[in-house]
Nanobody, 124 residues
Framework: QVQLVESGGGLVQAGGSLRLSCAASERTFSSYAMGWFRQATGKEREFVSSIDWSGYSTSYADSVKGRFTISRDNAKNTVYLQMNSLKPEDTAVYYC?????????????????WGQGTQVTVSS
């Protein structure tokens, strides 16, 4: 069983930055793509970003492109999401997930392990 533990969420003013981390309890972490999703209150979960097994290929939702950066450190079994220029509409619970393949994935059904989530709140 793979465990994913997110951290780094919190309350920040609009225009501020946060860095989310997700630590995986898996020795084969470096074989799989990782992703970040988010779910705002009353809304469906949506894709935010994904990174392939090597860290060289990434994908972003249009709403975060140019503001968020995904990265990974395979030596530490950790994936990160650097969030800059935050907006109130970025407020959501952010989930880390492990894909069932090595290439970056947009669809949630391509992910088979999920973290518990971390709350990000952006005040205006």
């Amino acid at each position: 069983q793979v465990q994913l533990v997110e951290s780094g969420g919190g309350l920040v003013q609009a225009g501020g930055s946060l860095r989310l981390s997700c630590a995986a309890s898996e020795r084969t972490f470096s074989s799989y793509a990782m992703g970040w999703f988010r779910q705002a209150t009353g809304k469906e979960r949506e894709f935010v970003s994904s990174i392939d097994w090597s860290g060289y290929s990434t994908s972003y939702a249009d709403s975060v492109k140019g503001r968020f950066t995904i990265s990974r450190d395979n030596a530490k079994n950790t994936v990160y999401l650097q969030m800059n220029s935050l907006k109130p509409e970025d407020t959501a619970v952010y989930y880390c997930a492990r894909a069932n393949r090595g290439t970056a994935q947009v669809l949630g059904i391509r992910y088979d392990y999920w973290g518990q989530g971390t709350q990000v709140t952006v005040s205006s």
